[in-house]
């Protein structure tokens, strides 16, 4: 059972316009969720995160949406840029621990 | 969908003792395993790079006298904290990455360790 899903496998974006990553969860005790974007041949980096407690985290072009009563949330990246050509991963953390629980990745394709 | 298999998910050790930790790849040939570790209420930070016949890269920080990484098959890859300590207590997290033009990265599903 995937407890944290990230239903596109692919997005292709044209550089300048917005890209919209979703990630949707089904264990409600997850309390914080985060984002990590990974390029080929290198391991993944962090990206962004946000608590349970907030709705809406703003990290420069990133941001992070939660919306605990979907168990969804979504990562922003605007305006896009070819750089960001990577696949991003959502994790989320339950509050009993540490553990990280990992969606499939998105791979973000931004277009010149 | 591809499994990575992480082994033990708990351990409690005594300082000065070494301890390690196995990461499969359980139906894919992983061409390169990752190593993290996480501190509470932080993300992860990655540890190494293993690739498989070769020696693993460490990130800047890291010692690697203390964290043994072996990559002896493209299906398993497993890390010692030797002589561990308390400090080392720590979740660590491996990812095995597929090879190929659309690779993609699984993860384990972690190893807590508590050094006594």
């Known amino acids: 059972d995937q407890q944290v899903k990230q239903n596109s496998p692919s997005l292709s974006v044209q550089e300048g316009r917005i890209s919209i990553l979703n990630c949707d969860y089904t264990?409600?005790?997850?309390?914080?969720f985060l984002w990590y974007k990974k390029y080929p041949a290198e391991g993944p980096t962090f990206l962004i995160s946000?608590?349970?407690?907030?709705d809406k985290n703003e990290d420069g072009r990133f941001t992070v949406f939660l919306n605990k009563s979907a168990k969804h949330l979504s990562l922003h990246i605007v305006p896009s840029q070819p750089g960001d050509s990577a696949v991003y991963f959502c994790?989320?953390?339950?509050?009993?621990?540490?553990?990280?629980?990992f969606g499939g990745g998105t791979r973000l394709m931004v277009k010149p | 969908g591809a499994v990575v298999s992480q082994h033990p998910s708990r351990v409690i050790c005594k300082s000065g003792t070494s301890v390690k930790i196995e990461c499969r790849s359980l139906?894919?040939?992983?061409?390169?395993m990752f190593w993290y570790r996480q501190f509470p209420k932080q993300s992860l930070m990655l540890m190494a790079t293993?690739?498989?016949?070769?020696?693993?890269?460490?990130e800047q920080g890291v010692e690697k006298d203390k964290f043994l990484i072996n990559h002896a098959s493209l299906t398993l890859s497993t890390l010692t904290v030797t002589s561990a300590h308390p400090e080392d207590s720590s979740f660590y997290i491996c990812?095995?990455?597929?090879?190929?033009?659309?690779?993609?990265?699984?993860f384990g599903s972690g190893t807590q360790l508590s050094v006594l």
């Open positions: 990812s095995a990455q597929t090879g190929g033009p659309n690779e993609k990265l699984f």
């Open positions: 264990n409600s005790m997850f309390d914080y």
């Open positions: 946000i608590s349970s407690i907030k």
């Open positions: 994790a989320a953390r339950g509050n009993a621990g540490n553990m990280l629980t």
């Open positions: 139906d894919f040939q992983a061409t390169t």
């Open positions: 293993s690739n498989e016949g070769s020696k693993a890269t460490y």
